[in-house]
């Protein structure tokens, strides 16, 4: 998330948590979300479409564009392929990147860009 702050600096990238969705009424079924896995997803919500995992990372650079918008080339690969690979980096980011002991203050720059029910 904070990497995603930091990049796109058009602010087109707006955040929610996952079980706030609801509460925003956003058409998002939290159902089939229960394990532990499918907390380690993105998922990415653009004018009524839902895309989570590997197609969330690639939409979400789509729409900030510059050089970002070249994460659409890995729409050749699979999606099953593209997810193992998004999930493997999913459950390693914490041990190749460090991990906060408790959720880093978002700085006031930034508030604007969580949507709260």
């Known amino acids: 998330m904070h990497l995603i702050l930091r990049l796109d600096k058009k602010g087109v990238i ?23 896995e499918d907390y ?3 998922i990415f919500y653009s004018k009524g479409e839902i895309y989570t995992a590997s197609d969330a990372f690639i939409e979400a650079g789509k729409r ?5 918008k070249m994460a659409y080339v890995f729409k050749v690969i699979p999606k099953v392929l593209r997810d ?3 999930y493997f980096i999913a459950k390693n980011r914490y041990r190749w990147f460090g991990k ?8 006031k720059k930034w508030r604007e860009r969580f949507l709260e029910p």
Do not use: W
């Open 14 to 36: 707006h955040f929610c948590a996952l079980q706030d969705a609801n509460r925003l009424n956003l058409p998002f079924d939290l159902e089939p979300y229960q394990s532990e």
């Open 40 to 42: 380690q997803t993105l």
């Open 64 to 68: 900030m564009g510059g050089i970002y």
């Open 84 to 86: 193992k690979l998004y």
């Open 100 to 107: 906060h002991d408790a959720c880093p203050m978002v700085p």
